[in-house]
């Protein structure tokens, strides 16, 4: 059974999965469907309830609640992406070269790894913004480099899991070279481990980015962002309750379907509820990759 189908077939992996998408068009097309200025300043409206001009209301500077939600996914997605991906690619490239490298190359990587682990993720990345100041950008710099070093350990220790298999060694004979096997072999089979928790991790970036907006070190007013919304609801919390359930919730779901598709990815992606057909184990063989899957099923 393939991944798609697999995926399918868990209901609330796929509800999650639409949740986001609709989250991630809402924030695209935010322009065309928020009905006012995020950052318009109109004081005789401050803190109105919600009502069908302002379907959440309006907060102390009566400013649209609904359409600042809106541009802020933008803000959140955009820069939480943004970290992932720069992590995702320095930690993937420094994995596979560590683990597909001998010598002094790899012990440079690991033993840096190693005191970059050493300190706490949190730690790291206030000391980081209390050097470089406020400021989103700061933020992203931060979890990145409070990351990284994670990633590229989880990928060397992935690299040398499948470097033992019996296809690779078996490419290895016939003098494949080192970029054709990371290609064909070890790409291709750390990329499930890597999406799955490229996607757990995404909701710890969203809740770094909020928690640090709300703090007053990320995102500065008047931009919109979920987090700097509680920061500013949280000065009219006891006459105005209402004003903190809007970012808040959102947050609350956005990293809640996060957590859920990852588990559904891991459980879609996982390779022992893989079995190829007699037609298609024929072809595999046929093009020269029977092997592979013959040593998969050994293997386990």
């Not at 600042?68 to 992932?84: K, P, S």
Request: proline share 5%; net charge positive; with cysteine.
């Amino acid at each position: 059974m393939s991944f798609f189908k697999r995926l399918q077939q868990d209901k609330l992996g796929i509800t999650c999965l639409m949740f986001l998408g609709v989250v991630s068009l809402a924030g695209i097309f935010a322009p065309l469907i928020a009905p006012h200025d995020p950052t318009l300043l109109q004081v005789d409206m401050k803190l109105a309830m919600p009502s069908a001009e302002y379907p959440l209301g309006t907060d102390h500077l009566g400013r649209c609640l609904y359409s600042r939600i809106l541009f802020g996914i933008r803000t959140t997605f955009f820069y939480a992406l943004l970290a992932m991906s720069v992590t995702i690619f320095s930690g993937v490239a420094f994995g596979i070269l560590a683990g597909y490298s001998n010598g002094r190359v790899r012990e440079v990587i690991l033993r840096f790894c190693d005191a970059m682990l050493s300190f706490p993720s949190e730690v790291m990345i206030l000391a980081i913004i209390g050097i470089l100041g406020p400021g989103i950008m700061n933020i992203v710099i931060a979890n990145i480099l409070s990351k990284w070093a994670w990633y590229t350990r989880m990928i060397y220790s992935s690299v040398q899991q499948y470097r033992s298999k019996n296809y690779v060694k078996f490419a290895q004979v016939h003098q494949a070279s080192p970029i054709y096997i990371m290609r064909k072999h070890i790409v291709p089979g750390i990329s499930g481990e890597v999406t799955t928790h490229s996607t757990l991790e995404m909701g710890w970036v969203i809740l770094s980015i909020s928690s640090l907006s709300f703090l007053g070190l990320g995102v500065q007013p008047p931009a919109p962002e979920w987090g700097m919304m509680l920061n500013e609801a949280k000065n009219v919390l006891f006459t105005h309750p209402w004003q903190m359930i809007p970012a808040g919730i959102t947050i609350l779901l956005v990293i809640v379907a996060l957590n859920f598709l990852g588990d559904s990815l891991q459980q879609a992606m996982n390779s022992k509820s893989y079995m190829a057909s007699p037609k298609q184990q024929r072809k595999l063989f046929r093009l020269g990759e029977g092997r592979k899957m013959v040593s998969d099923h050994t293997d386990r």
